[in-house]
């Protein structure tokens, strides 16, 4: 015995199904510009962004300077951002709704999507989450359609997307992987080698794109990676115990222990935030900062291969706090916390 609502929703035609998808993703878009009106749109490593810092990808540092360029103010990149985010959302939910021709599904699908207090959150700050996560949007939106009718434009598309993605944030080089996987599993065989060509340099360009861009911005095409000062971060809250072995090891633990005891005393709920907080400030306003002018460095992306050490000891000497850490941020989003 089926149910009327269902019933009701069953009768709605493609556009009224994506004119409802829209609406739900205005509100949700509405709603999320409004309670980050008057936040503080800076985390601690954003400068790093913003300065097109020789470790961060090409991706969102120009799209700092395309808004600060067409806007006047860099300000106006959170709204923006928040606005790309919820188009590339709604696309999913078409996308979604053209594969399963399921209108109700589809509704509470678009729901689900924009319902996400977490994302919202951190996408109104000056960070690479809201582009990265737009990127994997549209390619999931895209594979969905190459699903049901897969094409040689559209595998152009899944790669434009993934350099795109990259350039925003190095770990969604994950999604050329991807593509060349659905390439293997889909693809005729006749235009394999062609669309593997293509993955093969949408890869190519993803990686120039930044040396290119630096030598246009800084003369040099000098690179660092922002992996060490992210293992830092899940590991700062970790005891390693008695494990420092140099200078650099007991300098970092000696800072980050008492804020770790500080931070542990927290009530559950505002713990994440504050973990990210403090971890923000330790980084780059106190450890990055000190050891590089005891090493004499000039810059603090130099401390890199030190940072990755360092981190590397704290690591082995706690590997399950380390990876709690990691995943706590995932089951946050997963659970809407």
């Excluded at 035609?13 to 509100?27: C, E, F, G, P, S």
């Excluded at 095409?221 to 830092?232: E, I, K, Q």
């Excluded at 603090?300 to 706090?321: F, H, L, S, Y």
């Amino acid at each position: 015995m089926s149910m009327p609502g269902a019933t009701g929703f069953s009768r709605l035609n493609d556009r009224k199904v994506l004119l409802a998808q829209a609406v739900i993703t205005a509100l949700g878009l509405a709603l999320a510009l409004w309670r980050a009106a008057g936040s503080n749109l800076l985390r601690s490593d954003s400068p790093s962004y913003l300065y097109f810092d020789p470790s961060r990808t090409v991706g969102y540092p120009a799209f700092l300077w395309s808004v600060r360029l067409l806007t006047g103010h860099v300000a106006w990149a959170v709204p923006v951002q928040m606005t790309l985010l919820a188009g590339a959302l709604l696309t999913l939910g078409w996308s979604f709704h053209r594969f399963g021709r399921r209108p109700l599904l589809s509704l509470v699908f678009q729901a689900l999507l924009i319902g996400s207090p977490e994302m919202w959150k951190i996408s109104a700050m000056i960070m690479t989450e809201a582009l990265a996560t737009a990127c994997v949007a549209l390619w999931c939106a895209q594979l969905l359609l190459m699903l049901k009718a897969p094409s040689r434009t559209g595998t152009a598309l899944l790669v434009a997307i993934s350099v795109a993605g990259t350039i925003v944030r190095p770990s969604l080089a994950a999604l050329f992987v991807a593509t060349a996987l659905f390439e293997l599993a889909v693809g005729s065989r006749t235009g394999r080698g062609r669309a593997l060509v293509m993955i093969g340099a949408g890869m190519l360009a993803a990686w120039a794109a930044t040396p290119l861009g630096l030598y246009l911005v800084n003369g040099a095409t000098t690179t660092s990676s922002p992996l060490a000062r992210g293992v830092l971060q899940h590991s700062l809250f970790c005891s390693p115990g008695g494990t420092a072995r140099d200078a650099d090891s007991k300098f970092v633990e000696l800072n980050a222990s008492p804020v770790r005891r500080y931070v542990e005393t927290a009530p559950p709920d505002i713990l994440p935030d504050l973990k990210r907080i403090y971890s923000g400030a330790l980084r780059f306003g106190l450890i990055i900062p000190a050891l590089g002018e005891m090493h004499k460095l000039e810059s603090g992306w130099q401390t890199d291969p030190i940072i990755a050490r360092v981190a590397k000891e704290r690591v082995e000497a706690n590997p399950m706090c380390y990876a709690k850490s990691v995943l706590a941020p995932d089951s946050r989003d997963a659970t809407y916390r």
